[in-house]
């Protein structure tokens, strides 16, 4: 599988990481599993219902997430929320 994102992901992610240089390091591995991955046990992935029904989620800690789409071969990174956001 290939990574990619959108500019609305890369610009929410930049923010939470300004606000917690350690996140960078949890969101990298967390990334390199999906890589591999997406659906491993360690990421706590699961389908999202409702207006984000065409996306997935995955732990990175605490209740924060990232959201993505799987297209092809590729993960598509959308958003960076928390569990309360969706």
């Known amino acids: 599988m290939r990574l990619s994102s959108t500019s609305y992901f890369d610009k929410k992610l930049k923010k939470r990481i300004s606000k917690n240089p350690q996140l960078k390091k949890k969101v990298s591995k967390q ?3 999906a890589i591999q991955n997406p659906t491993h046990p360690s990421l706590k992935t699961h389908k999202l219902e409702g207006k984000r029904a065409e996306e997935f989620a995955m732990w990175i800690e605490g209740n924060l997430r ?5 297209i092809n ?3 598509l990174l959308t958003d960076v929320i928390t569990y309360d956001e969706y």
């Open 31 to 33: 990334l390199a599993i």
């Open 66 to 70: 990232i959201t993505f789409q799987i």
């Open 73 to 75: 071969d590729t993960i």
